[in-house]
């Protein structure tokens, strides 16, 4: 059995949907420190990825693996990745456990 709505939703386009389920996490139980944080690694993160990428895509274009000069910036690719993977996963598991808290909850009903 599959979920048309979802499975629809993810074939329009993946990132947006992404993008908006992300927009929808409630924060406001962070203390302003944990903001600071959280604001200081995804704007790290998402800097890291562009430069990353944009130096793996010019060096496919002149047909180079990694050109020299492009080794810092695959770097912060890299560890922008480490931090994001990490998130992903914990994304997942929050997402699974609500689901199953769902999936109890609607099986075994309280009257």
């Known amino acids: 059995m599959t979920n048309t709505e979802n499975s629809t939703a993810f074939t329009a386009n993946s990132v947006t949907v992404f993008r908006s389920l992300i927009e929808g996490l409630d924060l406001s139980h ?5 903001l600071y944080d959280l604001s200081a690694l995804a704007s790290e993160s998402a800097g ?13 274009e002149n047909c180079e693996v990694l050109p ?3 080794i810092a910036q ?18 997942c598991e929050q997402a699974n456990s609500g689901l199953m808290r769902m999936k109890k909850i609607t099986a075994y009903p309280m009257n």
Request: glycine content about 16%; charged content about 15%.
């Open 30 to 34: 962070f203390g302003e420190a944990q």
């Open 68 to 70: 020299p000069e492009g």
């Open 74 to 91: 695959v770097s912060g690719y890299l560890k922008a990745s480490a931090h994001l993977i990490p998130v992903l996963f914990e994304l």
């Open 48 to 60: 890291g990825l562009c430069q990353g990428l944009l130096c793996l895509s010019e060096g496919l």
